[in-house]
T-cell receptor, first 114, second 118 residues
């Protein structure tokens, strides 16, 4: 099993540009999460999908952030337009169980907005 | 990798000694707890979990203790090795009661950096 796969691993972009982060969860897992990690705020849950349906997006910072899960094997997190304060490491995680128990994390995407 | 270790509590342990990492959780209604290990440049990795109906659970070289009275969780690592050097996060989990979905959210602590001295 390859685990949760995220791409790209690193992304540097200019303020105002659109950024799309991608995630392939572990096959068979029906829960998917997007987290953001910064030194100041630690790990924050942005959005949670169950069976491809967004269940809880209360952590999404603002309308500039959007996430989709068109099928069980793919999800995207989009930021448009990006701002320097969006710089962080973004993690995708999947779980075989409904909800957040025993979530398996990807390697993360380090986003730098200049 | 991500500099999550800066400004975090740090625990330095001699190789071979036992390590104890502590965590205070916030929600008395939390019913499930997880310890994660995060190495530099990697995502958090599941170590061990415990449900609120237990006060102790053992894994391979790790033990988690739960004290619900004072809302305290600890992770004990026996015979600490250099490969154990990482940031350790506790996470608490409680049902949000979404109808039909039973959504649960993990709330992570700030983390503790463990440094193993060879």
């Amino acid at each position: 099993d390859a685990g949760v796969i995220q791409s790209p691993r690193h992304e540097v972009t200019e303020m105002g540009q659109e950024v799309t982060l991608r995630c392939k969860p572990i096959s068979g897992h029906n829960s998917l999460f997007w987290y953001r990690q910064t030194m100041m705020r630690g790990l924050e849950l942005l959005i949670y999908f169950n069976n491809n349906v967004p269940i809880d997006d209360s952590g999404m910072p603002e309308d500039r952030f959007s996430a989709k899960m068109p099928n069980a094997s793919f999800s995207t997190l989009k930021i448009q337009p990006s701002e320097p304060r969006d710089s962080a490491v973004y993690f995708c995680a999947s779980s075989p169980r409904q909800g957040g128990t025993e979530a398996f994390f990807g390697q993360g995407t380090r986003l730098t907005v200049v | 990798g991500e500099s999550v270790g800066l400004h975090l509590p740090t625990l330095s342990v001699q190789e071979g000694d036992n390590s104890i990492i502590n965590c205070a959780y916030s929600n008395s209604a939390s019913d499930y707890f997880i310890w994660y290990k995060q190495e530099s440049g990697k995502g958090p990795q599941f170590i061990i979990d415990i449900r609120s109906n237990m006060d102790k659970r053992q894994g391979q070289r790790v033990t988690v203790l739960l004290n619900k009275t004072v809302k305290h969780l600890s992770l004990q690592i026996a015979a600490t090795q250099p490969g154990d050097s990482a940031v350790y996060f506790c996470a608490e989990n409680y049902g949000k009661g979404h109808s039909g979905a039973g959504s649960y959210q993990l709330t992570f602590g700030k983390g503790t950096k463990l440094s193993v001295i060879p």
